[in-house]
């Protein structure tokens, strides 16, 4: 039997239960079409990067159409089942809520209390109590910065604070702290992207906004990159992302920075001489397994030289090391961070309003998902690169609708 290959694509998802870590849909690399496959990787034993253990489940994926630019949480009643929520479609009278149930391996589409408008290009967030946050991100026409909380064990939707939110974006990166609030950082409002020495704290249990002016060597204005915990909860690391209109992406030395929690300063955490620094990549997703992150697909790679999927072992501190073997038995580092409290952030201000916001291209008036992305890569990415043909390929699929 021939291994199953999926295809390179991004602005997929990426959702770990129970050893498995999901993998859907997205747009294909060279932007031409929106992908249609479930699938995923066994993180349960030993695997090497050049020889992934993918499980192609695309045939039980009846009900879930093509889409892009989606988020999904793990969650529901046994913190068992995946969670999918929104992003661009051809359909845009489809549902903008799925569940997948991972014990028998079936899609449905849950009936819930409240209302949750579609919105793609946002980062959905679980807390520990099994609620879903879904901040910002587009509505296919404008940048949103509302905020939706969906019960997923009682399927009860409510509607978040405004007070002291960010203003409008969408790619932007967040991730659940130990405390149960979310950090939220950077993005994309149309027009630029945002500055990282400015970071958001949503206090899940007060349901308030607060700021902190981060410090240290502030990374670059981004978007498109991710955000996780690092293990003893008391740093975040982000990777990867775009800093400017270009494709061309970062260099590999700018694409990982590391947040302290406690004073809120940027360092460049040290790699280790012997690892083999990757191509940044953007519009990719990360997840924490074991002492790894896990970094899957993503534009910015060549597919030949490279695994669609990076590791990042993140269980020394003091030296992070690129590799190739992704071995759960050599650690007991726990995946559940510590009770860290992050500083106390400063009274809640919210920044002016970014004037003359773009309107975005994606999701606008379009006959089919690709459109919606073409439109936003040729508008984004228009600049002479090694891109440029795959962007030159749009207009003529755009006068077929």
């Known amino acids: 039997?021939?291994?199953?290959?999926?295809?390179?694509?991004?602005?997929?998802?990426?959702?770990?239960?129970?050893?498995?870590?999901?993998?859907?849909?997205?747009?294909?690399?060279?932007?031409?079409?929106?992908?249609?496959?479930?699938?995923?990787?066994?993180?349960?034993?030993t695997y090497n990067t050049q020889n992934l253990p993918w499980v192609d489940l695309s045939s039980i994926n009846t009900i879930v159409p093509q889409h892009a630019a989606a988020t999904s949480v793990k969650g529901g009643t046994n913190n068992n089942t995946l969670i999918l929520y929104g992003g661009v479609t051809a359909n845009p009278k489809s549902s903008s809520l799925y569940t997948f149930d991972t014990q028998?391996?079936?899609?449905?589409?849950?009936?819930?209390?409240?209302?949750?408008?579609?919105?793609?290009?946002?980062?959905?967030?679980?807390?520990?109590?099994?609620?879903?946050?879904?901040?910002?991100?587009?509505?296919?026409?404008?940048?949103?910065?509302?905020?939706?909380?969906?019960?997923?064990?009682?399927?009860?939707?409510?509607?978040?604070?405004?007070?002291?939110?960010?203003?409008?974006?969408?790619?932007?990166?967040?991730?659940?702290?130990?405390?149960?609030?979310?950090?939220?950082?950077?993005?994309?409002?149309?027009?630029?992207?945002?500055?990282?020495?400015?970071?958001?704290?949503?206090?899940?249990?007060?349901?308030?906004?607060?700021?902190?002016?981060?410090?240290?060597k502030v990374p670059f204005s981004r978007d498109g990159f991710s955000v996780i915990l690092g293990l003893d909860g008391s740093s975040v690391i982000i990777f990867g992302g775009t800093s400017t209109y270009s494709i061309q992406g970062l260099a590999p030395d700018d694409s990982i920075y590391e947040l302290n929690l406690f004073n809120f300063e940027w360092i460049i955490p040290k790699i280790s001489n012997t690892s083999q620094i990757p191509n940044s990549r953007m519009y990719h997703k990360a997840n924490v397994i074991g002492k790894y992150m896990i970094i899957s697909f993503g534009l910015g790679y060549d597919p030949s030289i490279e695994s669609d999927i990076l590791l990042l072992d993140i269980s020394n501190k003091n030296e992070y090391v690129w590799t190739d073997a992704f071995d759960l038995n050599s650690s007991s580092i726990s995946t559940?961070?510590?009770?860290?409290?992050?500083?106390?952030?400063?009274?809640?201000?919210?920044?002016?309003?970014?004037?003359?916001?773009?309107?975005?291209?994606?999701?606008?008036?379009?006959?089919?998902?690709?459109?919606?992305?073409?439109?936003?890569?040729?508008y984004k990415w228009n600049k002479k690169t090694k891109w440029q043909k795959y962007i030159a390929s749009i207009p003529h699929i755009l006068s077929d609708c």
């Not at 509302?146 to 604070?161: A, H, K, P, Q, W």
């Not at 975005?360 to 089919?368: E, N, P």
């Open 104 to 216: 028998t391996n079936s899609w449905n589409i849950p009936t819930i209390v409240g209302n949750i408008p579609r919105k793609q290009s946002l980062t959905g967030i679980i807390d520990n109590n099994g609620k879903m946050y879904l901040w910002g991100g587009s509505d296919g026409t404008n940048e949103l910065n509302d905020m939706f909380i969906l019960d997923t064990i009682n399927l009860i939707e409510r509607v978040g604070s405004l007070v002291g939110a960010p203003t409008p974006r969408y790619n932007y990166g967040a991730t659940l702290l130990p405390d149960n609030n979310i950090i939220y950082m950077g993005g994309y409002d149309g027009n630029a992207e945002f500055p990282l020495d400015l970071v958001y704290i949503y206090n899940t249990m007060n349901n308030s906004w607060s700021n902190i002016t981060a410090k240290g």
């Open 336 to 378: 559940k961070p510590t009770a860290t409290n992050t500083v106390q952030p400063e009274t809640s201000t919210q920044p002016a309003q970014y004037k003359n916001i773009i309107g975005i291209i994606i999701g606008s008036l379009i006959c089919i998902t690709l459109v919606s992305f073409g439109g936003f890569f040729l």
């Open 1 to 45: 039997m021939v291994p199953f290959k999926p295809n390179q694509r991004t602005f997929h998802t990426a959702t770990l239960v129970n050893n498995k870590l999901y993998i859907l849909d997205g747009i294909s690399i060279n932007l031409t079409r929106t992908l249609n496959d479930f699938f995923y990787l066994d993180v349960s034993a």
